[in-house]
């Protein structure tokens, strides 16, 4: 078997007074961040800017994922203060309301207690928003004594702060407590998405993230209005969730990973449960994916009769790919898949799950028909959605299921099938959205099959209008997978994710008549401050015009 891979290929941001947070790459950066392409500690942002200089660019210019409408109210300010309360008139709003005290209750120091009264200074969240923003919309009106989000939905007040952590200075991102003043510039805001899923994937399989690396990145990802995370828990190198009736999957399977490093290197139903809910308080929904038949090697490492010749395979620490396939001809391969399922299943509020379906070149065409028709019906079973890598839908006439496009060509032919049937796509192009592939050929970290990946590339496409027979109204809308073959730290997930997430965020947000790399580029960079803030390790691309 050839195991060779086969793929064609804000302004000096009023940071008065002294002992503003600003971090550079956090302590474990990997290596990705040579000198000169890393973020650093930038002078200039740092302590000692003077006081309030001028708010030259509002951050109303600066908004990444841009809104639908902004109506600038130049003469109106507001600050938050000591006694300003977070104010809902509706319980679908409190986990949001938790998550904005969270975020500003270090950086402010103020108890921004949440009361259920609405009366008074502060952030108030209100229901009944204007119809045609949907649930996942919002709208936000800044007057001198309060912020107003409103929202049909919690989806809606998640993106309504995500919007209004953005409006705040930089430092409102800090752990720790930072002078003000907390100002608002006034404005209404009116915003709602041009996809329904918005997504960002992370491996855990080729190397593992412990759940605090995980909840880093779900926090990074939910700042841009991100609503779907999709974990890729099963692969060649490991399986990475405990199963309970098949406990050798994690005890065998999840022992070890690219590179050789071994330990409990797996998620027990506890943890993972405990990130699905730290995902739902961020108003994301977790995506479980085991892959299969191929990408297996994992749980054929682990259980001997999985394998058609009853052998256990060896364990796997290498990058290639298509070498391993479940036994197509086995009913306990459907059993296995059955059980995992239910489990997962049971612990997953999400509608969706992600039965890989990619690269099964150790299965022959018709075993793979043959595998997904008794899978698909598994899945179903079980209450779920079928989303898998595009492969699979030429197996099935359903139109639930979601085929997420992975290809570096602008058509095929099964997923135009499938969308005139009437599936809807996710995009995820591997040449244009792929966090994985390098930035250019000095890229330390990642890969270049699908070639290098600038910023300005990664922006330059339109997911409604890309696929050849695959048009807007077929599209569900945009991932950004990031697999970690090379990537090991908190720094290198950084590192590959920013700026290119946002701009994922950003195709999957904003309406196709806003694109516009000369207008985006200069929002994109105005990020720069928080990022450095938040101590996120991105890359400093010279496409963009970097705010310091
Ligand atoms: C392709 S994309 C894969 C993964 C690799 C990735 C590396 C896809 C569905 N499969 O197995 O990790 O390329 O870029």
Redesign the pocket.
């Known amino acids: 078997m050839n195991t060779n ?1 086969v ?1 064609t290929a804000l302004t000096a941001l009023v940071l008065a007074g002294s002992g503003v947070l600003v971090t550079g790459p956090s302590a474990d950066a990997g290596p990705g961040t040579g000198p000169g392409t890393g973020p650093g500690t930038g002078p200039g942002a740092g302590p000692g800017t003077g006081p309030a200089a001028t708010a030259a660019a509002t951050p109303l210019q600066e908004l990444v994922p841009q809104p639908v409408q902004i109506q600038p109210h130049p003469d109106i300010t507001f600050t938050l203060t000591q006694t300003a309360k977070i104010q809902i008139a509706t319980d679908t709003a409190r986990k949001p309301a938790e998550l904005l005290a969270s975020i500003l209750r270090p950086s402010t120091g103020y108890d921004l207690q949440i009361t259920d009264s609405v009366t008074g200074d502060g952030v108030v969240l209100l229901n009944n928003a204007d119809p045609k923003v949907g649930n996942e919309g919002y709208q936000l009106d800044v007057t001198p004594k309060q912020v107003i989000i409103r929202a049909n939905a919690a989806a809606g007040h998640f993106n309504g702060i995500a919007s209004l952590r953005q409006l705040l200075p930089p430092k409102a991102e800090a752990k720790t407590k930072q002078p003000g003043p907390w100002t608002v510039p006034g404005a209404s805001i009116l915003d709602y998405p041009r996809y329904q899923h918005r997504g960002a994937m992370l ?1 855990v399989a ?1 190397h593992f993230f412990t759940p605090d690396q995980v909840k880093r990145y779900i926090d990074q990802i939910a700042a841009f209005k991100i609503n779907y995370f999709h974990l ?1 828990l099963s ?1 060649d190198q490991g399986w990475r969730l405990e199963i309970k009736s098949w406990p050798e999957l994690t005890k065998i399977g999840g022992s070890t990973e690219v590179g050789g490093r071994k330990g409990n290197l797996f998620y027990t139903q506890d943890q993972y449960k405990d990130l699905v809910a730290y995902a739902q308080n961020r108003g994301i929904t977790v995506i479980p994916e085991f ?1 299969m038949p191929g ?1 297996t090697n994992a749980a054929l490492a682990s259980y001997a009769e999985l394998n058609c010749d009853g052998k256990k395979r060896p364990l796997y620490t290498g ?1 290639d ?1 298509g070498f391993s396939s479940l036994c197509i001809s086995k009913d306990v391969t459907y059993k296995f898949i059955e059980d995992v399922v239910k489990e997962v299943s049971a612990i997953t509020p999400g509608p969706y799950f992600h039965i ?4 099964a070149l150790s299965t022959p065409d018709a075993d793979f028909v043959k595998f997904m028709n008794r899978v698909l019906p598994i899945v179903k079973k079980y209450g779920k959605v079928t989303t898998g ?1 595009h ?1 699979f839908i030429k197996t099935t006439t359903d139109t639930a299921p979601i085929p ?1 496009f ?1 290809g570096t060509e602008t058509s095929d032919a099964n997923v135009a099938a499938a969308a005139k049937r009437g599936n809807k796509v996710l995009m ?1 192009p ?1 040449n244009r959205i ?1 966090l ?2 390098k930035y250019n050929k000095n890229t330390k970290l ?2 270049d ?2 070639g290098l990946v600038e910023v300005k590339t990664a922006y330059g496409w339109n997911p409604g209008a890309y696929l050849s027979g695959v048009g807007e109204a077929s599209i569900r809308g945009v991932e950004a ?1 990031l ?3 090379t990537i090991k730290t908190s720094a290198d997930i950084e590192y590959m994710a920013f700026p290119r997430l946002p701009v994922a965020a950003e195709l999957g947000w904003s309406t196709a008549a806003t694109h516009s790399w000369d207008k985006f580029a200069p929002r994109l960079g105005a990020q720069a401050p928080r990022w450095k803030v938040q101590g996120i390790n991105y890359y400093a691309s010279t496409q963009v015009p970097w705010k310091k």
Not at 356 to 359: M, R, S, V
């Open positions: 891979r793929r491996d080729r890729h692969d892959d990408h990058t790919v890989g379906g990619d690269e890598w492969e997420q992975w995820s591997a792929y994985d592939m990642g890969q099959w699908a997978p697999w970690t073959e």
